[in-house]
């Protein structure tokens, strides 16, 4: 019953953002994007765990906005709640961001090029969680994002880009992150994407130990994941997305996860 009301609870709200926003391309000005999703994983293993077979099934549920208050600035937030093995719905953490667009191949520019900052405070309970992959109570990260769009006939759109941030906690060392996504959309009605994301975490403990855990930001870690993801557009209503994320390498980390999330987003303007 209590991950049955949890289920309904994630789809009752149409308003999130699944993680900040990463794109190098910013929405119209004074137009707000709405998303939310929820993603079901599970894994039977923590690589390199001194208690053999830890295993997790995890609810997780995330709401925000993203809006662009000039052509130059973007700025969203985004706030999640989490269900796991180890603890019951709880809220999981909060982020706001700020972007700069300093290149735009939209309006003629080779490239599009962005660079940010975000802030997130994630909860104790959450950082005791092994499911919840954060650093510290707060963290600060300075990131980029660059990319290109190519048209292919009237009606076919793809974009190349790419992702990367250095990360900074209250406790523990600095890590690092990196996407590299190809997307595809077409009669601006079928919307699909590839991703691959990996990161890097440089604390000085080579274990996990799941009775005794305060945050990836103490343990030198490693990932890497290939998704896919395809959306459908419902006209104004908005565009329904689909995704499968599977964890491919861990070193330390939660191994063999499997990502399955459902979303939603709505963009609208007054």
Same mark, same amino acid.
């Given at each position: 019953?209590?991950?049955?009301s949890?289920l309904?609870?994630?789809l009752?709200?149409?308003?999130g953002?699944f993680?900040l926003e990463?794109q190098p391309?910013?929405s ?11 993603t079901y ?6 690589d390199k765990e001194?208690?053999?077979n830890?295993s997790s099934?995890d609810?997780?549920?995330d ?7 000039s ?6 937030g985004?706030l999640?709640?989490?269900d796991t093995t180890?603890?019951a @719905?709880?809220?999981?953490?909060s ?5 700069y667009?300093?290149l735009?191949?939209i309006?003629?520019?080779?490239l599009?090029?962005?660079?940010g900052?975000?802030?997130?405070l ?7 969680d ?6 510290g109570?707060?963290?600060?990260t &300075? ?10 006939g009237r @009606?076919?759109r ?9 990360g900074?906690?209250?406790s523990?060392?600095p890590w ?15 919307k699909w994407?590839?991703?691959?994301e990996g990161?890097?975490?440089y604390?000085?403990k080579m ?6 855990? @305060?945050?990836?930001?103490k343990?030198?870690?490693k990932f890497l994941d &290939? ?5 459908y557009k419902?006209g104004?209503m908005?565009?329904?997305r689909?995704?499968?994320t599977?964890?491919? &390498?861990a070193g330390a980390y939660p ?5 399955f ?7 609208f303007s007054?």
């Open positions: 019953m209590k991950r049955f949890f309904l609870f994630s009752s709200f149409p308003l953002l993680s990463k391309w910013f119209d000005v004074y137009e707000f994007h709405l998303l939310s999703s929820y994983s599970e894994f039977n293993q923590v001194t208690k053999p830890t099934r609810h997780l549920v709401f925000g906005i993203e809006t662009s208050p052509a130059q600035w973007s700025i969203d985004e999640s709640f989490v180890r603890q @719905f709880s809220f999981q953490s982020a706001v961001q700020a972007r667009l300093w735009d191949d309006v003629g520019d080779f599009s090029l962005t660079t900052v975000s802030m997130r994630t909860s104790r309970r959450s950082l005791r092994i499911s919840c992959l954060y650093h109570t707060g963290e600060f &300075l990131h980029t994002s660059f990319g290109k769009e190519l048209d292919h @009606f076919s793809y974009r190349l880009w790419g992702f990367g941030l250095v900074f906690s209250t523990g060392s690092f992150r990196g996407v590299g996504s190809v997307e595809g959309n077409h009669y601006d009605l079928h994407a590839l991703f691959l990161g890097h975490g604390g000085k274990v996990v130990d799941p009775n005794h855990f @305060f945050g990836y930001g343990i030198r870690y &290939l998704g896919v993801r395809y959306g419902i104004v908005g565009t329904v689909f995704e499968y599977r964890r491919l &390498l191994k063999n996860v499997n990502f999330t459902a979303s939603y987003l709505l963009p007054f």
